[in-house]
Each structure stands twice: as C-alpha cells, then as structure tokens.
C-alpha cells in the first residue's frame, strides 16, 4: 500500500506570494490533516478535511486554507507568504472515523520564504 | 499552554539497553496517545499508540505505557540500537463530542534519542 505523497518537496518563494501544496493520503483513507513544524513552535495543527468538509481548524490566520477534493487528496495554499510561514509542511492521513484513528504522515514540504 | 510535554529534550543510551522517553499531558480530555519518530526533514513514522482503556500496549520492542492518574505516559524501547537514533514525539487526541478526534494531534516538542553502539 502505497504511504502519503507530498509535492513538492522543496519550495523557494518571495514574501508576498502565495504557494499551494499538495497531498495524496493513503488509499481508503478520507481524512487529511495538514501541520506546520518549526523550530520554534514545534508540530502545531492547521486544519483537517474529511469528505470534502473542513472539519477542525488550528489557530492560523486566514492566509493559510484549504481544501479536498472528491478522491480525498488535499491542497494547502497560503496567500501573501510572511518570512515566518518558512516551514516544513506535513500532512497526514487517517480513516477520519473512530476512537483509535491512527494519523500517517507524508514526508513533508519544506517552504522557504525569502 | 503547552498541553503536552517532553521535558528531556535529548537522552543517551547505550545499544542494547532500554530507553524510556516520558511525556506529560495535562488536558484531561485527551485519550488516545501516540509515538512517533522523526529524522530532520522527513515526515513523522507511526510507532505506537494506546487508548485511554488501557494503561500498556507492546509492539515488538516498543511498550507504550499510559497512568492516567498521573496524565503520564512513557515509551519503552528494548533492546535499544543504534538505528533508533532519532527525534521521538509523543501526540495526544481527544474524542470530540460526536465520538470522533477531529484529525487534531497535541504534539510534545519531542526528545531526541540517541543509541550509542
């Protein structure tokens, strides 16, 4: 079974712009979280979608949003990038239903904001 | 407030002996716990988790243990080696009102392990 995808790995962009990443959960899986991982801040929580539905939401300012699409891949974008939004990017797939809903992660997109 | 902690931010430990990393949580609401472990600039690896019914739960060399009481839980590895060099986070969620974890993990700021041979 094939883990979660993240394109692309590495990102170069200038503060002002606007980046989209993308995500393939695990097949199956309808759930997809996407987290931020700083030095600083550590692993902190953006937002979740399940069937084409935000679910949950971190605190983030609305420049960082979201969707998912009917076969459950996920698109992050963040608009008018500040040089703190450098981060590696996760996201993170599950089934979305259940007590013990184990989260897999994909191996990250590390944003560069110059 | 960080609602979930690792107060060791590294540990040393020799091959073949045990590592126990430690994390402490203080929301209450919080009941299902993971492990997981991470090289720099990769994404994190599953490698276990417990539900607040229980208070142990082993994978091979992995043995996570839970004292809700203590809002503790720790994470055995045994043997040790040097392959388990890594960052280890442990990561907490809770059931919302409709009986799901809204895909929100708590996250500790992780403990970095290192297996000397």
């Known amino acids: 079974k094939a883990g979660v995808t993240q394109t692309p790995r590495y990102l170069i962009k200038t503060r002002g712009q606007q980046v989209t990443l993308s995500c393939s959960p695990i097949?199956?899986?309808?759930?997809v979280s996407w987290y931020q991982q700083t030095p600083g801040q550590g692993l902190q929580f953006l937002f979740e979608?399940?069937?084409?539905?935000?679910?949950n939401k971190g605190n983030f300012p609305g420049r960082f949003s979201g969707r998912q699409f009917s076969n459950s891949r996920s698109e992050m974008n963040v608009s008018t990038l500040e040089l703190g939004d450098s981060a590696l990017y996760l996201c993170?797939?599950?089934?979305?239903?259940?007590?013990?809903?184990?989260?897999?992660f994909g191996p990250g997109t590390r944003l560069t904001v110059l | 407030d960080q609602q979930v902690k690792q107060n060791s931010p590294s540990l040393s430990v020799q091959e073949g002996r045990i590592s126990i990393l430690n994390c402490d949580y203080t929301?209450?609401?919080?009941?299902?716990f993971l492990w997981y472990k991470k090289y720099p600039a990769e994404g994190p690896t599953f490698l276990i988790s417990?539900?607040?019914?229980?208070d142990k739960n082993e994978d091979g060399r992995f043995t996570v243990f839970l004292n809700k009481s203590a809002k503790h839980l720790s994470l055995h590895i045994v043997p040790s080696q040097p392959g388990d060099s890594a960052v280890y986070f442990c990561?907490?969620?809770?059931?919302?009102?409709?009986?799901?974890?809204?895909?929100?993990?708590?996250f500790g700021q992780g403990t970095i392990l290192t297996v000397h041979p």
């Open positions: 993170a797939s599950s089934h979305g239903q259940g007590i013990a809903d184990t989260q897999y």
């Open positions: 097949s199956g899986h309808r759930s």
């Open positions: 979608y399940f069937s084409e539905t935000q679910r």
């Open positions: 929301n209450s609401m919080f009941d299902y």
């Open positions: 417990i539900s607040s019914i229980k």
């Open positions: 990561a907490a969620s809770a059931l919302n009102a409709g009986g799901t974890s809204y895909g929100k993990l708590t």
